[in-house]
């Protein structure tokens, strides 16, 4: 039985950043990690951390002072590592790259770089404890970094398997319009006061992603039948801190509206058996076709402009100088 397609479209937002230091922690150190906790938390004595106000938190977005039951829905806490464990991860880094070292090529699984590089398990659990004692709960979700799901079955199942056994559900996504992509071009313009460089690609990401959705629509119709809750992925950059707004009349104009995740994951469609690996990052849509052997075709082709402008740019932190990993 087919519903009316607009009791149907759905959609959820995601601004996910990587997750960081849950991961690696597989198994108890093994390593001489000394913890860097070492006294209780005196809230009296406060530092003032710098880079840590979000790109959308700005004046003209001010509505005053917030009511102190708001509730904060999300938050990203990084531990930063000790300066001896900093010294020895670059040389790591330069040794796996280096053909003369024994190191060479000899990569960490997760749970080895969290037994070497991660905060001491003690450490994790004292800023828990102080976390939840203040009115915070733990994580719930987990998105793919990259949408790299694995490079195998069993890897993928693994990385599963860890992530549920500490709670966590994860965290699929099925419209994406590589608003990252679009952004380095913005980004770069915006410092270099080109305006008209900036129009470009605000249009070329709004028509990139109508046709992006009109392509993943059509693909759920044909693979499953109807339009699942759609789980929309977006990144916290300048172009969309600037254009949100545009994005947004342009969901509202398909018939969508938000929903929280729990309830899009409540959609049948999200139960579908997946065997997708690969390290190219793509959405649960194509995981899903692929796994059925029928991998989709006719997707909307990313403006080469951009690609060509991306590409001349200087590539960003932790990505490759050949244009690195896709969608992060």
């Known amino acids: 039985m087919r519903l009316p397609k607009s009791s149907l479209r759905r959609v959820v937002l995601l601004l996910f950043s990587i997750l960081t230091f849950p991961l690696g922690r597989a198994a108890a150190q093994t390593t001489n990690i000394l913890g860097r906790v070492t006294q209780a938390v005196d809230e009296r004595n406060l530092v003032v951390m710098k880079g840590n106000v979000h790109p959308l938190a700005r004046p003209e977005f001010d509505h005053g002072a917030a009511p102190l039951d708001l509730r904060m829905d999300r938050m990203l806490l990084v531990l930063k590592r000790s300066p001896e464990q900093e010294r020895a991860l670059q040389k790591l880094l330069e040794d796996q790259q280096d053909k003369s070292s024994p190191r060479y090529r000899q990569w960490l699984t997760p749970e080895q770089f969290g037994q070497h590089f ?54 699929p996504v099925t419209m994406d319009a590589w608003d990252w992509a679009f952004s380095r071009v913005y980004d770069d313009a915006k410092k270099r006061a080109d305006t008209a460089l900036q129009q470009e690609v605000v249009s070329a990401y709004l028509s990139y992603s109508a046709a992006m959705f009109d392509y993943e629509e059509k693909l759920s119709r044909d693979l499953i039948g109807y339009e699942p809750k759609q789980i929309l992925l977006l990144h916290a950059n300048p172009l969309e801190a600037d254009h949100i707004g545009e994005l947004l009349e342009l969901l509202r104009k398909r018939g969508y509206r938000f929903i929280t995740l729990e309830d899009a994951l409540s959609d049948l469609a999200y139960g579908m058996p997946d065997t997708y690996v690969g390290e190219e990052g793509t959405g649960w849509l194509e995981h899903w076709a692929i796994t059925r052997g029928r991998p989709p075709l006719g997707a909307p082709v990313f403006p080469p402009a951009i690609a060509q402008r991306s590409k001349a740019l200087p590539p960003a932190p932790g990505e490759a100088p050949a244009g690195g990993p896709a969608n992060p």
């Open 118 to 171: 991660g905060p001491e398990d003690s450490d994790i659990q004292k800023v828990t404890d102080w976390l939840q004692g203040h009115g915070f709960q733990k994580l719930r979700y987990f998105r793919h970094p990259y949408l790299d799901v694995g490079r195998d079955v069993e890897t993928r199942r693994d990385a599963e398997a860890f992530l549920v056994a500490r709670g966590y559900r994860l965290a």
